[in-house]
Each structure stands twice: as C-alpha cells, then as structure tokens.
C-alpha cells in the first residue's frame, strides 16, 4: 500500500506541475485581454527546444535558457498579430498549435531521422525522500510552479502592475484615459505568459521524461485552459484544480497497476478506460463550474485607440 501511496502523490505532482504552469501563463495573458489558446503549442515548442538545445550545446542549462527564449518569441509573435495587426485571437491560436506540431515533426526528421522521437537527455534530479523505505520524489519544478502561482496571485491582486493588467482587460478605454499604454501592457503581458507556459513544456522535456515525443504533451495544454476557466483566472485557485486534475491522470495510471496485482491478471481494453479518468472528470468540473465563472469583460476584443 505504502508503495501504491507514493506512486500517487509522485504521479500527481508530475500531472499537476504542468498543467500549473500552462494556466498561470494563460491566466497573465488573458487578464490582460488578450485570448490565448495555443498553450498547447507554446509546450510542444519548448519541450522540444529544450531536447534540441540541450543536445546541440551538451548543457541542459542552455536548453531550458533558450526553449525559453523561443516560448518568449511564441509569445511575441502572438501579441504582435492579436494586438497591433487586430487579427483573430482564437483562430490564432487554433493556428499556432498546428504550426507548432509539424514544425517539430519535421525537425525531428532533418535533425535525427526519426518521427517519432528525440534522444534522450540527461533529466533533472528532485528533491528525493525515503519514506518507509520507499524513496518519494518532489519534482523542483512541481515546487517552482506553487510557487509562482502564489507569486502571481499577490502580484495580481496587490501589487499596482496587477490592477493596470486587469484594467487593461476589463475597461481597456478607461486605462487609456488613465496613462496606461494598454498595447505595450498587453504584449508584455502576452510574452510574459508564454514564457511561463513555456516552462510546463521543459519540464515535460527536462524534469519527467527525458526527451520529446509527437505524445508528450498529450493535450494538456488544452487541460490547462480548461483549469484556467476553473480557477476563474485566480492563480491560488489554479494551484488547487492542477493538483485535482493531477490527482485523477494519477489515478489513472496507479490504479490499474494495483488492480492487476490484487487481482492477478493483465488489463488490456480497460486500461484505456482508466486514461479516460483525468479528461472526464476535467469535463465534468467545468461543466458545475461554468455557470460561475467571470471572465475579463474585454478578453478576446482587439483594441482600437480613439
């Protein structure tokens, strides 16, 4: 049992982690108005970055440096379209994560050959723990994106940079009117939050598995947009429903384990019933919470200075 419990709390860390990060990244941008749906593109890049950087240069400190730098690009690429150019945010987006897909697919094939995956990199080590005999991990990255979800509430809701993000997103016109520079604050909001995201995709690359595959995103940055709506662009509340949606890809991947050794036998169909656990219950949270949330009243509309 003690092994089955350390198991999932290690797991859920892992699933959390990144899908954390994914929201908070969100979260910044979309306070500021602007929409943002290519989180699933901004961790492809950076995951694949961080393998493609770091084998290129021998240093995984390079790689995660510079998956950081082209997360930032991501960004900036985005709000210039979306801000200045007044194109369509969500379509943007939906645009992003394909270019992001192929892109890497095709520089796997030039650089390695290979479609399907990169080599492996040396991954970083957490903070380790024997309990029970048993060793437990805590990803650094699990205890960095906590920490930057706390950082970000007090930021957003204490801080005077916080109140000009969230004029910007809520009565754009009327933080004109104040001296606000509501194009500049929002792309720097846009670039910023991109590089915040981009630190869910090195994680997937640097800390959990060690190189990049067509499935290592596996669609979590759609489930962090999905927290984000949860958390009704809180931080604090992201912390809670990464560690939720974490808890069930956990299960997920736990349970069925346990279940094969109590009961004696090999699961094959039903493991995919078991993958299905976190992206339904994602589904099933949204839908009692939707009815409650409260998105900026400006989020998605391009601004146009009088």
Excluded at 88 to 107: E, K, P, R, Y
Excluded at 172 to 177: G, K, L
Excluded at 269 to 275: G, H, I, R, S, V
Excluded at 279 to 304: D, F, H, N, Q, S
Aim: hydrophobic share 55%; with cysteine; net charge positive.
């Amino acid at each position: 049992m003690i092994d089955f419990l350390i198991a999932l709390i290690e797991n859920t860390l892992y699933s959390a982690t990144v899908v954390l990060l994914g929201a908070l990244g969100a979260i910044i941008n979309e306070k500021s108005g602007v929409v943002n749906i290519g989180v699933e593109g901004v961790f492809i890049l950076s995951a694949f970055s961080t393998v493609y950087f770091t084998l290129a240069s021998g240093n995984l400190a390079i790689g995660i440096l510079l998956a950081l730098v082209v997360s930032g690009l991501a960004g900036l690429i985005h709000g210039l379209i979306s801000i200045y150019l007044r194109g369509d945010q969500v379509i943007i987006g939906v645009g992003f994560n394909m270019v992001a897909a192929g892109l890497t697919i095709v520089m796997m094939v030039t650089t390695w050959g290979d479609y399907s995956q990169t080599p492996q990199i040396q991954k970083l080590q957490g903070l380790q723990f024997v309990i029970g005999g048993k060793v437990f991990i805590i990803p650094l990255f699990s205890i960095a994106a906590i920490l930057i979800g706390l950082a970000e509430w007090f930021i957003l809701e204490k801080t005077r940079y916080g109140l000009i993000l969230k004029a910007c997103g809520d009565e754009p016109r009327a933080a004109e009117a104040m001296g606000i520079n509501v194009f500049r604050t929002r792309l720097l909001a846009t670039v910023l939050g991109a590089v915040v995201m981009g630190l869910g995709g090195v994680f997937l690359s640097a800390e959990w598995f060690g190189n990049y595959t067509k499935a290592t995103t596996a669609g979590r940055g759609f489930i962090a947009l999905a927290n984000e709506a949860f958390s009704n662009w809180n931080p604090a509340m992201a912390v809670a429903g990464a560690l939720l949606f974490g808890f069930f890809e956990a299960l997920s991947i736990s349970l069925p384990i346990q279940l094969q050794s109590m009961l004696g036998r090999q699961f094959t169909a039903e493991t995919y019933l078991f993958k299905m656990m976190p992206y339904v219950a994602t589904i099933i949270v949204i839908t009692m919470v939707m009815k409650k949330i409260r998105m900026p009243r400006a989020l998605g509309k391009p601004y146009i200075k009088e």
